[in-house]
């Protein structure tokens, strides 16, 4: 008869070959809630002041968003830098640098 293989090593301290089947994680009841007189007391007696939380402040109310579309065009590179650099002299974002160049077209048109 042979002898058979022997155990690998453990790992970590698991062997793969131990049997799991009846692990059952135990049920935990959450720890008791502390007495928040006891608590107020302790915290007292070792110097740390009382406090209120202060108050939540209000979320800001979101932006209205100025544009509803896209779109998308080809436009040689060199006029999309001029229109870049246009728009970061108005310290305007695209949208707005295109809305004010439309206003100045139709304007001089007349």
């Known amino acids: 008869m042979t002898d058979p293989a022997p155990a690998k090593p453990a ?9 799991l089947r009846e692990f059952e994680p135990s049920v935990a009841a959450p ?7 006891k608590v107020a007391a302790v915290s ?3 110097g740390f002041p009382h406090r ?7 979320a800001a109310p979101p932006r209205p968003l100025n544009y509803d579309a896209r779109m998308t065009i080809r436009v040689a590179s060199a006029d ?3 229109f870049d650099d246009l728009a970061y002299r108005l310290r305007a974002s695209n949208g707005e640098a295109f809305r004010r160049l439309l206003d100045h077209f139709e304007t001089s048109e007349t």
Not at 31 to 37: G, S, V, W
Not at 52 to 58: I, L, N
């Open 80 to 82: 999309k830098t001029r």
């Open 11 to 19: 790992y970590a301290g698991l062997n793969l070959a131990d049997d």
């Open 44 to 46: 007292e007696s070792a």
């Open 52 to 58: 209120e939380p202060r108050a939540a402040k209000p």
């Open 31 to 37: 720890p008791p809630r502390p007495d928040r007189a």
